[in-house]
């Protein structure tokens, strides 16, 4: 159903698994290097309430930067 919502067809999901299925111990090494790379230029992005935001920061001090 979810799918078919998507518009995703049984082709596309075929790929898709054989993707999934043909992943390399290589391809992680390389993600893994990618990730590497990156590490301390990350951001990351969360939809919260303010509410949310502030009992957050309240647990961990200033985990979220409101931008």
Known sequence: MLRYLQGITEEERKIRR??????SLKDFKEFADAMEAVKDKWV???VASPEDV????????NFFQVI
């Open 18 to 23: 054989e993707e999934i299925l043909s992943t």
């Open 44 to 46: 990351m992005v969360a």
């Open 54 to 61: 502030d009992a957050a920061n309240k647990e961990r001090l």
